[in-house]
């Protein structure tokens, strides 16, 4: 995955160098990147920028999630059974996920053209694999395509939006990108791409991208969970079926445990100059069910992006 990640910075910067220093919106670019590098693990290949077919599948992706905050998407979630006879942006979101399971079960017939049962060249060769197994029986192709997709969606906006914070912070704190560029000049130089294991070298910028991540806070309500039998929780009886959603930003900008919890100050993630693990940071949510690829690509992918 490093690799990987590696390759398309890469291409990411020579993509912000074609802009000559000029201004540009860099938001296409940021989730092109992010994707190819779910693109080259799910599917096996990156795509070019500018490719149709990639633009597309971005494109929904974007308008798709944009659409969940409208009213009628909020309104078909609580009454969905009358609603689903309504027009509006939830029909948009059905039509647009039809178009993108679409594009996921193209690529899963090239691979079933090609596959090599002794070989696998990315998640969905593996998939493949597990199906063709005699216990596969759990494996099914309508759930590799909801997999596929769940990567996607769980793994791109939420890199690209981080990213994209972290570069409105440094445009807006010279001085602390003036800090992080001199720890990476001193520790990475201009030679080579930075590495998962810079990072313990790296405590300011380490600080700077958890900093990046508490301040903007980019999923306050974690994702909605369903207590699976009575429980009790902090005191409280959750019968069965009870949906949770968890309050993350009541931690990250708590008082009792950040110095200046609505400030952008990577100091809360400093002690003695070394970086400070703090409980309270849960951008990625806890327990069990948080983000399960959150060491791996959630902080990898950000502090390695971040560092170019
Ligand atoms: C800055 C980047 C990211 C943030 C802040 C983030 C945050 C989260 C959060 C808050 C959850 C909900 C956890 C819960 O329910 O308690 C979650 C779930 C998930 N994330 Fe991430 N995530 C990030 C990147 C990624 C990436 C890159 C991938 C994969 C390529 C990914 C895959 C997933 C998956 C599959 C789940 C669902 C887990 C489940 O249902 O058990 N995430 N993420």
Redesign the pocket.
């Known amino acids: 995955l490093e690799e990987r990640i590696q390759e398309e910075c890469r291409f990411l910067t020579d993509a912000f160098r074609d802009e000559q220093g000029n201004p540009f919106n860099p938001h296409l670019k940021i989730n092109s990147a992010v994707s190819n590098v779910?693109c080259s693990?799910t599917f096996g290949n990156r795509f070019e920028y500018h490719d149709e077919d990639f633009q597309n599948l971005l494109r929904l992706m974007d308008e798709t999630v944009t659409l969940h905050g409208k009213i009628m998407s909020q309104l078909y979630n609580a009454f969905p059974s009358i609603i689903k006879y309504f027009p509006g942006s939830h029909q948009t979101i059905f039509e647009n996920w039809r178009l993108m399971k679409g594009f996921v079960k193209e690529k899963i017939s090239k691979h079933k053209e090609d596959l090599n049962p002794s070989e696998s060249r990315d998640f969905i060769d593996s998939y493949l694999q597990e199906m063709a197994k005699p216990n596969g029986s759990d494996f099914c192709e309508d759930n590799l395509v909801a997999c596929t997709l769940?990567?996607f969606f769980?793994?791109t906006e939420?890199?690209s939006t981080?990213i994209r914070w972290a570069l409105l912070f440094m445009a807006i704190y010279p001085e602390i990108q003036a800090r992080v560029q001199a720890e990476i000049d001193a520790v990475i130089g201009q030679t080579r791409q930075p590495a998962l294991e810079d990072r313990d070298k790296m405590p300011y910028t380490n600080a700077v991208i958890h900093e990046v991540?508490r301040k903007g806070n980019?999923?306050p309500f974690?994702?909605p969970?369903e207590a699976m039998k009575d429980t009790v929780l902090a005191g409280f009886h959750l019968p069965k079926g009870t949906i949770v959603v968890?309050n993350?930003s009541s931690v990250m900008l708590d008082k009792k445990d950040w110095e200046t919890p609505h400030s952008f100050n990577p100091e809360h993630f400093l002690k003695d100059g070394q970086f400070w693990k703090r409980e309270a940071f849960m951008?990625?949510?806890?327990?069990k069910?948080?983000?399960?690829?959150?060491l791996l690509?959630?902080s990898t992918?950000?502090g390695l992006l971040a560092a170019q």
Do not use: K, V, Y
Not at 289 to 294: D, K, P, Q, R, T
């Open positions: 779910i693990i769940d990567l769980a793994g939420t890199t981080t991540q980019i999923i974690s994702l969970r968890p993350l951008p990625f949510s806890i327990g069910i948080s983000c399960s690829l959150m690509c959630g992918g950000m």
